[in-house]
């Protein structure tokens, strides 16, 4: 890389890229796996290694199916300092098939590739079909806390998740702010999705009640449309003054429908965590959004 300190880790410094004339399609085998669901990342970055200043255009395919795709002009902070991309899906087969596929002359290009082995019941999957379901990250954000997790810092996940900071997504009038705990939290790193607990030790929550008006909190994701989006929320009574069920009570709106109302304290108690998912069927929009609205205290989000 042209300038290698400004990458954290090893594997970050270097890059492979594909000419095109070893062929427009070019693959890593992954061999001697057993079969189970595992999580996909890898790690891609331009930083003009060949004084083009042209990041290419390509595909990433793993068993034949295109999950990724890389289209010029790139943002130039991705450009410049790279992003890391997952998925998790089942490898039924004895071997994990990674394909990268050229886009006109443009040579594909990788730094790293990471397997990691999950749970085969991870994430719905016998709700949504583990067999034959890819599930794509378009957003894994903690709450209140700046990106943790492998390739960002020394905190562990067991299923390898990285976590971006949720303060790039927040959108609204509302003013946030963020609260944290260094006590445990029960019910974490719990089959069979294993959410780590650093996840529930901070959490974003409005600067006004519900009581005082405009305790809302919102988020939107850029998305792509007609796909299904399985949306996971993540929950933890961590702020001290609330003690009892009936003092923090929001609903739940995903793309302006309003599909639950929590109470944290009554669902799990304090310093606890407490999961809700909902899967939205083919979105024709391009964004997804989430918003808590409060209806008695602040509403709070820990991911």
Request: net charge neutral.
């Amino acid at each position: 890389m042209s300038e290698p300190l400004r990458f954290r880790h090893g594997h970050e410094k270097t890059l492979r890229f594909f000419p095109i004339s070893s062929g427009k399609k070019n693959c890593y085998t992954v061999p001697n796996l057993p079969p189970s669901r595992y999580l996909l990342r890898t790690f891609l970055v331009y930083d003009n290694y060949d004084g083009r200043s042209h990041p290419p255009s390509f595909d990433v395919a793993v068993a034949a199916t295109v999950v990724f795709s890389w289209r010029s002009p790139w943002p130039q902070s991705l450009a410049r300092n790279g992003a890391y991309a997952d998925l998790f899906a089942t490898i039924a087969s004895s071997e994990a098939l990674i394909c990268f596929y050229s886009f006109a002359t443009d040579p594909p290009v990788v730094s790293s590739i990471e397997l990691f082995a999950a749970d085969p019941a991870s994430y719905d999957a016998a709700a949504i079909g583990k067999n034959d379901i890819v599930l794509v990250n378009y957003g894994r954000l903690s709450c209140g806390s700046n990106q943790w997790g492998p390739g960002f810092s020394n905190d562990s996940d067991r299923f390898g998740r990285s976590w971006q900071s949720d303060s790039d997504f927040r959108t609204g009038r509302s003013k946030v702010r963020a609260v944290s705990t260094r006590s445990g939290i029960s019910g974490t790193e719990q089959k069979p999705n294993y959410f780590p607990e650093k996840l529930y030790q901070s959490a974003a929550m409005t600067a006004v009640t519900a009581e005082e008006g405009d305790g809302v909190l919102e988020y939107e994701l850029s998305v792509d449309a007609k796909l299904d989006y399985l949306v996971w929320l993540h929950f933890a009574e961590i702020e001290g003054r609330v003690r009892r069920v009936g003092e923090r009570v929001f609903d739940v709106y995903i793309n302006n429908d309003n599909l639950t109302r929590i109470d944290i304290y009554k669902q799990v108690g304090g310093f606890a965590a407490f999961t809700w998912h909902h899967t939205v069927k083919n979105l024709s929009s391009s964004v997804l959004s989430v918003k808590l609205v409060g209806v008695v205290g602040a509403p709070l989000i820990c991911g």
